[in-house]
């Protein structure tokens, strides 16, 4: 799930949370609460940079910890939890916690994104700006293999593990109830250890660091890069392709581009020997650009060579040929001109389909064995099962309604069977025995049968039935290209030619839907179509441009490609049209509200203030001129009020804080408790605040936001789930957990 698609559920169900127990605060030094111990970082706290130096994946910590002879740290660390952004913002940024962790081979393991993209369009790291010296998804990647090898099926951050070179574990402190017992484990695991590091490796030359996997050296030679000459970046891509152990896809990428065309050529031949699976996102990457033909064949040809070791290859280079290709079943070419301008005839009443049904019963009654009016009677029944008056006339009563539709359905069947043994023969027969057999479960008939009438249906056909065999066709399609991933099974680039082609066809149907498009977009995206995706992203937003969950895929999309700073002005510009939705400046308001967070998590609290700023006039705007939206609008005004009151607290301006805080709680009290796309609530927020209103000597102000926490309902005051710890660990224990004497 996106971070910021989860606010899309507001109205739908609210966030399990539960309160803090009292005995679970017993832990605490006595006097001191959570929000002293882990007090909230400041913006300028965040502003400082990072001292830890993280490895960027697990292979190159463990080759640099056998290399060094020093034992790895794992740090886990959540989003939201107060002691995990205590440890973020300012203990990871503290001079001497940083020479305390420098014995270490050091990773960082969070499953939270803080950069729309890994990667700016030059191909340069965007690093985290939470965690700095690895990208996003690098840290991402970290925290699954983590969890599989020391985390024992508990997820808890804050958390610090010491792995030593054989893989065992030195100690794991988590639910620490301070920082002091965390530290000493961390001091005293280098100080009681037995094995010495190695000695120092000695002057390397810059060539020689291209085979080192150690991040500083990766750093450094990416750097070099960037400021060469020519001769010196093509010194330092022919040592990359000598020492393919030290996979520097990195300098690849930065290769890959170049403006310099020769470079790019080299990039991609050293990507089309590669022995490595590291390298096929960059592979995936690389086809995206313009190149010959030959190269893009080359490179699609590795993903093959690849696949033998690895499926997601094997499945790239089948998405890639698959959509390339001209051999599906649906012609897509064909159909679209078909559709252009098309439109399905309006529902039969319940009475127009109750008199077909009596003519052709007496049809089939005066000529019981002939086909085609036997194929009539199939027909006709599966329209009477599908038919918006028969849902209406059994939602009527709901204890009956499944068991009769059942039975509406079977008739069709049976009576398609019959047609069948009399010798008809169609495309809609086929498509009545798929849309039943779909409709009553047995998939894999619905599928071979859907298959049947594709194949045989003329294009340009705007029935129902013909809509209903393609999106059947095209979901068979797509569930047996799941399996055959899921199960590491070869399968044919014909199956993506056919789901491709019959997915952009149902998005220009009459009778397609919403659902059909996100289909076929998060398939694509999941199978590195990006491309691809990006075309039927745009053309669905124009046929249905109020869809929620597609306007989440274009902020989502948006923000990969372009960045942060292009979020609102694409919004900007589309309510510039004039063919703009009526409601548009209603996700024009959450598109600045994601913007705000986005640039809080970069740290940029000016940028971030003007975008909630921006938020805030858009919704007064939609409720001025839709009053229906005023519910849903003030809720997302609530959040962007305590957004702002999060970054004046953090900046210092504790008073500007109060009153923003004061008109969130009033704006939408009974949201208090919900989540905001970085993981804070207004409820949390309050509580921070009103331990720094206390800490600054404004007891007039803490009292007067107490009273007004006081008055939201039960439900809005109350922690996220994520808040409630349980039981120190082991080691927290062993190592103290006392007081901290350094906070």
Not at 40 to 54: E, G, N
Not at 172 to 185: E, M
Not at 608 to 630: C, K, N
Not at 718 to 737: E, H, I, L, Q
Request: glycine share 6%.
């Amino acid at each position: 799930m996106s971070r910021y698609s989860r606010t899309a559920a507001l109205f739908a169900a609210t966030f399990a949370v539960a309160p803090i127990a009292a005995a679970q605060q017993s832990g605490l030094p006595e006097g001191i609460t959570r929000e002293q111990m882990w007090y909230a970082p400041t913006a300028a706290d965040w502003a400082k940079p990072v001292q830890i130096r993280w490895q960027r994946t697990w292979q190159d910590a463990l080759a640099v910890a056998q290399e060094t002879g020093r034992p790895i740290l794992v740090c886990v660390n959540m989003d939201g939890e107060i002691a995990s952004e205590h440890y973020a913002g300012i203990r990871y940024r503290t001079p001497e916690i940083g020479k305390l962790y420098e014995p270490y081979i050091c990773v960082i393991a969070s499953v939270y994104r803080h950069t729309p993209s890994d990667y700016d369009e030059a191909g340069n790291r965007v690093e985290c700006p939470r965690f700095h010296g690895v990208t996003c998804g690098e840290h991402i990647a970290m925290e699954p293999i983590v969890y599989e090898q020391f985390l024992d099926s508990t997820r808890v951050a804050p958390r610090h593990i010491m792995v030593e070179l054989d893989g065992s574990e030195t100690y794991d402190v988590y639910y620490a109830w301070d920082t002091d017992s965390v530290f000493r484990a961390i001091r005293e695991g280098i100080e009681n250890r037995e094995r010495k590091p190695n000695p120092p490796r000695g002057d390397r030359s810059l060539l020689d660091k291209v085979a080192s996997r150690d991040s500083v050296d990766r750093e450094e030679v990416e750097t070099a890069y960037l400021s060469g000459d020519p001769e010196l970046k093509l010194a330092l891509l022919q040592a990359a392709l000598n020492h393919p152990e030290a996979e520097q896809t990195g300098l690849m990428r930065l290769a890959l581009y170049d403006l310099d065309e020769n470079l790019n050529t080299i990039a991609r031949m050293g990507l089309s020997n590669t022995q490595s699976t590291k390298s096929i996102d960059l592979i995936l990457e690389a086809l995206r650009g313009v190149m010959p033909k030959e190269e893009r064949a080359a490179l699609v040809d590795t993903l093959q060579r690849l696949g033998q070791q690895d499926i997601r290859a094997r499945t790239l280079a089948n998405v890639q040929q698959g959509l390339g290709g001209d051999t599906a079943a649906v012609d897509a070419g064909r159909w679209n001109k078909a559709l252009e301008g098309a439109e399905y005839p309006a529902p039969r009443s319940a009475e127009q389909i109750d008199n077909q049904l009596d003519a052709i019963a007496k049809k089939v009654e005066a000529a019981p064995t002939d086909p085609s009016s036997q194929l009539e009677a199939a027909v006709a029944a599966l329209d009477f099962a599908v038919a918006p008056s028969t849902a209406a006339r059994l939602a009527r009563n709901p204890a009956t309604a499944e068991r009769f539709s059942r039975a509406y359905f079977q008739d069709a069947l049976d009576a398609a069977h019959e047609a069948e043994r009399l010798g008809a023969s169609s495309w809609e027969l086929d498509a009545v025995f798929a849309i039943t057999a779909f409709r009553m479960g047995d998939a894999d008939i619905a599928y071979i049968r859907a298959g049947k009438a594709v194949a045989a249906l003329p294009p340009g056909d705007v029935s129902w039935n013909g809509m209903a065999v393609l999106d059947i066709f095209a979901d068979g399609r797509r569930r047996s290209i799941s399996d055959a991933v899921r199960n590491k099974k070869d399968w044919p680039a014909k199956w993506m030619s056919d789901l491709h082609a019959t997915y952009s066809v149902l998005a220009q149907h009459p009778l397609g839907n919403v659902v059909q498009v996100m289909t076929h977009y998060d398939f694509l995206v999941a199978l590195g179509a990006d491309r691809q995706a990006g075309r039927i992203l745009q053309t669905a937003l124009m046929r249905y441009p109020m869809s929620w969950d597609l306007h989440q895929r274009f902020r989502d999309r948006t923000l990969k490609l372009r960045g942060v700073r292009a979020i609102e002005p694409a919004y900007d510009n589309w309510l510039a049209r004039e063919d703009a939705p009526s409601n548009l400046r209603w996700y024009a308001g959450y598109a600045s509200i994601v913007a705000a967070e986005t640039w809080r998590q970069s740290n940029q609290p000016a940028e971030a203030l003007a975008a909630y700023e921006r938020a805030l006039t858009h919704y007064e705007m939609t409720i001025a001129t839709d009053p229906s939206t005023e519910t849903s609008s003030k809720v997302y005004m609530s959040f962007a009020f305590a957004g702002l009151a999060r970054i004046k607290m953090e900046t210092q301006d504790l008073d500007g804080a109060l009153a923003d805080l004061l008109t969130a709680l009033r704006t939408s009290p009974e949201s208090a408790a919900l989540l905001d796309g970085l993981e804070f609530s207004t409820y949390v927020t309050s509580i921070t605040l009103r331990a720094r209103l206390l800490e600054a000597g404004k007891e007039g102000a803490a009292t007067e936001l107490a009273a007004a926490v006081a008055a939201l309902p039960e439900e809005a005051r109350r922690r996220p789930a994520y808040d409630t710890p349980g039981a120190p660990s082991v080691d927290a224990t062993r190592f103290g957990g006392g007081s901290d004497n350094g906070r």
